[in-house]
């Protein structure tokens, strides 16, 4: 699925000059790669004025990305006390609630995100796990249609349209509505996405992993992704022990804070998520 490029905001609407100052000093800092120094400026500024939105927003920003995520879970919390409806960190809180496996709460925010920002919904991927993993396959299902009809090249949102449909309506319906998709070079997509078709079998996913020789990390991810897939599957087909031996596999290759290792030790803990329809 896609990932989002990301920038820190500008100073601006500080109820203090000084605090203004600070977050522009932390913004050079950040633009010099001292990711440290843009933190500590951004930390002097909420402490000249405590009301400073953009000084929590973008220390959030940079905590997260260096996987701080406690803090930077802290600073979306408190802007969002001072903000309610800022719809950036509304979107940037729920995915990183969705990361650390607080599903509910991160379709909270999502929903709250697309109530402001309408033309979000139609590709909101997110909001689609979060729906699935909530029980509410039909909305799921609806979801991850429209995110299809955005970007057909995604083999991501035919899977997650075939295992909302195979909740609802029964693996074989699940199957004879797959969505057709595009090329998708990302490894094991091609290959999740006929094993889903019954066109290949979960060995062909994983021994696609190796496929152009990548690097270790590569491999890693490329892994948690096969096993990943697998192991939804082999829960709507109606073989647990399959897929909890995959998902244990998830938890087993990604840290924690990775979303597919953190949803897959949802599913572990879920009935509902392992059980078949």
């Known amino acids: 699925m896609l990932g989002v490029a990301w920038t820190l905001a500008i100073s601006g609407l500080a109820a203090d000059p ?4 600070l977050v522009n000093q932390g913004n050079a800092a950040f633009k010099k790669r001292d990711r440290d120094g843009a933190i500590a400026l951004f930390t002097q500024a909420i402490a000249v ?18 996987g701080r995520l406690e803090p930077a879970m802290a600073d979306y919390n408190r802007l969002l006390e001072i903000k309610p409806d800022h719809n950036q960190t509304l979107q940037l809180r729920g995915a990183l609630r969705l990361r650390t ?4 709460e991160a379709l909270a925010d999502f929903n709250r ?3 402001l920002v309408p033309a979000h919904k139609a590709h909101h991927w997110m909001r689609g796990i979060a729906l699935y993993y909530s029980g509410q396959y039909d909305q799921a299902r609806a979801q991850f249609a429209s995110c299809h009809a955005e970007e057909t090249n995604d ?3 035919a899977l ?3 295992l909302s449909v195979a909740r609802i309506d029964g693996v074989e319906k699940a199957r004879a509505s797959l969505l057709t998709v595009g090329p998708d070079r990302s490894v094991p997509m091609p290959e999740l996405y006929s094993f889903y078709g ?8 994983l021994s696609a992993v190796n496929a152009g020789s990548p690097k270790i990390d590569e491999i890693t991810s490329r892994l948690g992704y096969a096993h990943f897939y697998i192991g939804h599957y082999y829960a709507v087909t109606g073989d647990e022990a399959k897929a909890r031996e995959n998902f244990n596999k998830v938890a087993a290759v990604t840290a924690r804070g990775n979303l597919l290792g953190e949803l897959a030790r949802v599913a572990l803990k879920e009935d509902k998520l392992l059980a078949k329809p």
């Open 155 to 157: 083999v991501e949102h």
């Open 113 to 115: 995100h697309i109530e």
């Open 101 to 104: 496996g607080q599903v509910a």
């Open 160 to 162: 997650w349209h075939f």
């Open 198 to 205: 019954q066109k290949a079998g979960a060995e062909a996913v």
């Open 18 to 21: 000084k605090s203004e100052e």
């Open 49 to 66: 004025d405590p009301s400073n939105h953009v000084a929590y927003y973008n220390r959030g920003r940079i905590q997260e990305t260096e």
